[in-house]
């Protein structure tokens, strides 16, 4: 009850920072939410609807101790549910697509989006694979590898979402890319997977897709040939 308590005022404490428009209480505030909120009773309506509008604070921190405290509740269910009624889930998806850079807010986004694939896959939103296959499409993105890498986990819960918004095709050619070359073991991995099993070989493109991990032994896709696939294959193969 006393982390209840605690929750309570802190969420009228962020009513009261949204009206003043000050950024020094709105972050307090939130920290007590992010310490308490696994201790609390809380309804995830009030909790997801309070901490929202700091979504959208114009100030990097802010927005990043907001992310915070959604991603220490994204654990639960019905938190996620609450996240997709309110549209919390749109405004966590462009912390990532407004800037390329490595900032607070786009990492704790990412976290979110990486506990909820974890716990929730099933409920995982639209949005968040979009925003999640873009970065992916951009090696230069600091977070290119995190992408990939909660897109291949993606893959192994939810492969027809996967092969619905093109993740499949990404993965399979991040493969000749050498920037990939940390995670290459969870990328075949995830190849590995799909083939072998009934329910992941139907959204694959046997033609297409799987001749694209062999381009460099084959001359069916010469502009992908890369001299030195052949010894990043031998290797994780």
């Not at 003043?20 to 201790?39: G, R, W, Y």
């Not at 992916?136 to 939810?158: F, K, T």
Request: aromatic residues 6%.
């Amino acid at each position: 009850m006393e982390a209840s308590s605690l929750i309570v005022k802190a969420m009228q404490a962020l009513k009261e920072a949204e009206s003043s428009d000050s950024n020094d209480d709105a972050i307090v505030a939130l920290e007590v939410i992010t310490t308490h909120l696994n201790e609390s009773l809380i309804p995830p309506q009030d909790f997801v609807r309070s901490v929202r509008p700091f979504l959208m604070s114009a100030s990097l921190k802010v927005r990043a101790y907001a992310i915070r405290a959604i991603n220490m509740g994204s654990s639960r269910a019905s938190v996620v549910l609450q996240m997709v009624d309110c549209g919390a889930d749109f405004l966590l998806s462009r912390a990532l697509d407004m800037t390329s850079e490595l900032t607070p807010d786009r990492t704790e986004a990412m976290r979110v989006m990486r506990k909820v694939v974890l716990a929730h896959c099933e409920l995982l939103p639209m949005c968040f694979v979009y925003s999640l296959r873009a970065i992916a499409e951009q090696p230069g993105d600091p977070l290119y590898l995190a992408s990939l890498e909660i897109l291949s986990m993606v893959a192994l819960g939810r492969p027809s979402l996967c092969a619905d918004t093109g993740v499949i095709q990404i993965l399979l050619s991040a493969i000749h890319n050498p920037k990939t070359i940390p995670i290459h073991n969870s990328l075949v991995s995830v190849v590995i997977f799909l083939l072998d099993t009934p329910d992941g070989q139907v959204w694959v493109h046997h033609d297409l897709d799987i001749g694209k991990i062999f381009a460099s032994l084959t001359q069916a896709y010469p502009e992908s040939q890369d001299p030195k696939q052949l010894e990043r294959l031998e290797q994780q193969w």
